[in-house]
């Protein structure tokens, strides 16, 4: 298993190292942990609250694990152009799956669009989105 | 007989890899190409050149024995037809990352030719093209490579803003995931012209197959373009981020806060360094300019902007895609005569251009054409030139409350007006869409937007009045 000391070690000689260093640790432990920004800090030479600041200000770290799988929905303009609303009904009536807003994945003639892992997904309407919620 | 299908990311979403793993077992090869830009007939499988879509994996067999429907060649498509493409000219012809074809279609040309007159005249050619920056600001590249490259200082950077977070635009995760290599070698040229030895791609994290093709082209291409070196960084979810002072910060590890501007990154940018920052088209259209010239470049487009655009056709349309023409042509053209309207088949009521800080435009407006000055007459953006379709359903008070909330959730909060502005906004628009004090508010919205407009520090705050004014006053029965 990787650790973040192993992490920190692979981008030492990176300028602003800090960003690929916390995408990699999110990615091993799927958030970023007070010991783990604790220990960053440490190495890279800043305060903490100069790493907890960077960690908060972007949407895609999480300082908490999330135990349930994430679909990001586009919700931007033209998703919603294409119908995204129509769909929140039903991603509000379960809980399963959390799914959160996003802000574009550039499939934007074809929304809706969706996003899980890597993974994208085009032309969601009721009984796509369905039966992509409960596969996930 | 050679079958080609897209591997960009519109393609894998609406199905392309369940259609190709059916032709391969079919018993027949499969070429990954670049995608035509049709996005409406994704995944878009073409034969020797006639296209078939959208096609799902089970109409693979009516195809291979000759049953299937075809739109004849892709090629002669009007959707095609019509276009001008330079950027874009390989765009469903070739292998992303298959250096073979991309040196069969000149490729590399406009860096030897760069190499060969030397970086002053290179300065000169990107000048004499008149290229303007695509990433919506619309500043004369020539002039900030000159700025850069006249400036003190051994260590300059090249930094290309591949942060595309407007919604309706795709343009630039196009030449990512279609034609890494084209990229790559504007930024070399770039480097080459004004000293710079190291290159950033900032992508941002919401496109993952961009950085996946970007990070292996890159290998591909490091001793085509030595000692210049790329490198790619993955944004981290930052609306703002594409705004290059946040950027910057971004790529250093900090928070993506704005700089205030001067000093201009040209001068004082990277790690405080000397820095070109261009968006992802600007840097794709040099090798074109090189090869062909700066004049040849220039005698495309209207007025003071020059060349063509790649414009991004989305929303509620029936031919979305990809649409690379000279400046010039109109919002009625795009929206009718190629988007051939709404995709629900219902009346256009608007288009948005540009953006989420882009104006909204009623068809009375469809006249306008499309280029820098007479969009900024009108009081409406070109941006990165995404034009999103809505149909007579939408309903445009929630369109502009979304506005503000969108630049809610994304300001950095470095400045006042913007990240006390869009929540206060949000509210008062919440007061509006409750029937409270309508007119009142009203007053206070547009009070509050002259406020963001010229109080913010960069484009986020300062123009999401944008689609906020323009609903108010080209829709006034929408928030009555």
Known sequence: MTSIADILAEHKDKEGPLLPILHDVQKAFGHVSEDAMREIAQTLNLTRAEVYGVVSFYHDFRKEAEARPVLKLCRAEACKARGVEALMPIADTQSRVKVEAIYCLGLCAVGPSA????????????????SLLEAM | MTVRISDDAVAIACGADEVAAAFIAAGVAVERVSSWGMQWLEPLVDIDGVGYGPVSADQVADILNGTAPSLGRIADHPFIANQTRLTFSRAGKTRPLSLDDYYASEGWLGLAKAREMGAQATINTVMASGLRGRGGAGFPAGIKWQTVARADGEQKYIVCNADEGDSATFADR?????????????????????????????????????????EAAIKLAAHLIAPFVVEVRVGAGAYVCGEETSLLNSLEGKRGEVRAKPPLPALEGLFGKPTIVNNVLTLAAVPWILTHGGDAYAAFGAGRSKGTMPIQIAGNVKHGGLFEVAFGITLGELVN??????????????????GPLGAYIPPAQFHLPLDYEAFAAADALVGHAGITVFDDTVDMAQMARFALEFCAVESCGKCTPCRLGSTRGVETMDQIIAGKNVEANLALIADLSETMKFGSLCALGGFTPYPVMSAIKHFPEDFR
């Open chain 2, 337 to 354: 005569d190629i988007g051939g309207g709404t995709a629900s088949g219902r009346p256009a009521r608007c288009v948005q251009v540009g």
């Open chain 2, 174 to 214: 196009m030449v990512m995931e279609g034609d890494p290599f084209m990229l790559i070698e504007g930024m070399a040229i770039a480097g080459f012209a004004v000293g710079a030895n190291k290159g950033y791609v900032y992508i941002r994290s919401e496109y993952p197959h961009a950085i996946a093709k970007m």
């Open chain 1, 115 to 130: 996003m899980a892992g890597d993974k994208v997904y085009a032309r969601l309407d009721d009984a796509k989105f369905k």
